[in-house]
Structure formats: C-alpha cells, structure tokens
C-alpha cells in the first residue's frame, strides 16, 4: 500500500537528478529526509549506509532482517547498524519492496552482460558498474573494500520461494518512491546502475530523483518505533548514543 | 536439499580437531584440502568465514554467493564466492541439506535489540570472531566481518518477505565438507547463543576435520 509520510515539513535542504550511472554521497544529518523517486520506472538504486561519526559501524544486512523477522524492505522497518543502533527508519515506500540480499554489479558481470561500453567510445554514457562506483565513493571517505558490505537495492524485488530459489520481479510504472528518515548521522552512499538480476540486455539505467529535506524528530508513536518490539528497544539504544 | 555423504575416511584426516560451543578457531586451510564440520550432538548452529589466506580483502560474500547461485539456502554444489566474484571453496558433501547465510552472527548489541536491553552481557558469535581476529588473525578488524554462513542454521524465508529462526532440522554427526578452490582462511564460532532455538537451547561442540589434496 503506497503510504508518504504527512509529518515532515517541505523544507527542502536539496534536491537533484541522479543520471542513470551515477554515483553520490553525503551525510544525511538526524532527522533529515531523504526521498528516492525512480521517475520513468524501471531503477535501481544501490545503496550502502554507515554512522558518519565512526564508519566502523554500518548497516548489517543480518541484523536488520532477523531483528523484524522480514527477508526485504518497505515502509514500518529500519535499517539496523552492526552495533543495535537504527541508522535510517523507512517513513514512505509506494514499491512496497527493496531488496537486501543479492548485492550489486561487479565490472567484470557487466562486461559480460552489456559488452565494455568505455569511457573511449561512449564519453559519460560510458558502462559504470555498482561496485567501482561505491569504491569510487567510499574512498571519499577514507573508506575502501574493506568496508563495503551487503548493500540494499531499492526499488529491486527479488522473492525466494518455498525451496530458497530466486526470481526476480519486474517492476516497471513511473513515479516510485521511498523515504528514509536519519535516525544516526548517516553517511549514505548511492549507485544508480543496473542491479546484476535484471534481465534486461541493454545498459540503460534510469534517472532517480533525490530529496533531502529536515523532518521532526520521531514521536514516541512513531509507525517505525513501534512496528515491533525489536525496534523500540533499537529506537532506545539510538537515543542512549544521542543522551 | 541435496544429501551427500563423502567417503573420506576420518582416520585419515591430516587434523582433526574439537571445537566446543562459545569458542572459536582459524585455520589456513590450502588449494585441494578438504574441510569437514561435523555437528556432533545435534542443531548446532555454526558461525563461519572464509577469507583469501593471501588477500583477506577478498573474503566470502552472502550476497554474491546467493546471487550467483539463485538460492538463498547453501547445500551441496554450492560455489562459495568471493567479495571479488573468486570461488573460495564448494560444498561437496552435506549430510544436513541446508544452511542459512541470511542470519548472521549474534552479537551483544543485536541480542539487545532482538531480546531485552538486559542481555547485553551475554556471550555471542561477533565477540568470538573479534578475538579471533586480534589473536591469530592480525591485522584484521571488525570491518572485515561480513555476513556469515550458519552452517546446521534453518532460517527459512517465505515469498512474501518474512524470516524465522526456525528448530533446526540438523541432527548428531550430521556433517557438511567443503573443497578448497584455492588458499583461504576458515574463521568459525561455534554458537554460544540462548535466546533462539537456533542451538536447540542447549550448544554443543563441534568437530574439525582437514584432509589434504587428493
């Protein structure tokens, strides 16, 4: 069910265009707003988070999924640092699902899949891949390899069925969102490229909208805090880090 | 689920070893060797790693093995691989069927969150990798522990999206054996967790056993 947060202000902090291929980063201050919109259909958006006070704490894939009981992301979950902490509440999703747990494109799977499309002979259209993009940006942050984990593919859907196997699910209307709210300072890291599942020949990744505005902080009833009992007590060890 | 059992003898191991719960262990395991993990009693879960031994960079990836494979769950056949896209071993026997690699490691900070805030003092698997890592595996830190494999874990997703942990459907001396494609570094915690039926309540040790290049 498409939901959007009512209880953030519209003060926009800013607001561009990612180009398909893109990279970007930056630190999403507590209580900002971010707002991924895949404006044609059809994006992908890879995405790695990590606490901008102290990197060596990032987003947990496993901690995120087994503390909700959930095997993907919508609106009502969090993602959960390796430390108990809630780097980003998800406050508005009309997708209804992003997926955590097939990773990203790696330079050598998109050579194979979409022919070397370089820099040479396609100038900036040229085929960048998930992985050099966040090693690109991370390094930005006196981050590397080392530190690049399991990552979250929003807008990507990929169900597992009763015997563990895998299928991916097109998803291809216009005007798809997701909204995550910073709990911690957040250093939020995007790749805007093809997801390695896509079945789709052709490299041509989509633009993606991204907002970022100042919201309230989360009340005490908050739909995020209180989805499960898991997430008021991640909720609490957020506040003790701010106390 | 895909049962195999192996006919490697156990007398013929070139190390054998016992791992009890709530401890760890790291061993350099070379090209050709196989390792066997034995469940000895029953519904243990076991935390374990793999690293390149000459690049621990290059380490085991959950999400690129899944991937590459289009399963959630490792049995035998199962290619491991690498951050790097490598295969670092293949699983070649399983007398369990199924492993989890969505779960994790516990960690004191998790079982807070998952638990009480109260249970913070609890041992867990993210402790035992982090000493094991400061002891033996130099110059390794916490930002080199990925997501882990649970060897004997049952972590079944549904299609709508949801996650338990599950009764495990391991069994005593269940055992699963894995090829070595190249050098790699196993990093293990044999699970001290209480919280999840995940150990059936009560962990149990676990047996070790390496047999060299055929």
Redesign the interface.
Known sequence: MPTESNAVEPRAVSSETLRGGQMWSRVLRRGEVLKLTDVEGGASVAALLFNAEQP?ERY????T???Q????L?AGNVL?S????VLCSVIGDSAG?HDT????L?A??SRAKYGAGTYQAKRNDFYRNTRDNFLIELAKHGL????????VNFFVKV????????RWVPRTSPGAFVELRAELNVLLVLSNTPH??DPSPEYAPKPVRVDVRRGPAPAPSDPCRTSCP?NE??F??TDHYFA | MALKESTLEPSRASFDQIVESGCGFSRTIRRGETLRIIDLEGNQAVDTLFFDAHDPTDRYSAPDTIREQGNIYLTTGTRLISSEGNVLLTIVADTCGRHDTLGGACAAESNQVRYALEKKYMHNCRDTFLLEIQEHLQPLTKRDIPANINFFMNVPVTPEGGLTFEDGISGSGRYVELLAERDVTVLISNCPQLNNPCNAYNPTPVRVLVWGAA
């Open positions: 060596l947990n894939m496993p901690d999924l087994k503390a009981h959930i095997a993907r919508t959960y390796d430390m108990g902490r699902w747990i097939t990773g990203h790696r050598d799977a590397s390899r080392r530190d690049l984990h399991a990552n169900v597992a069925d009763g015997e563990g196997n895998l390695p599942l898991e007590r991640g609490t060890l």
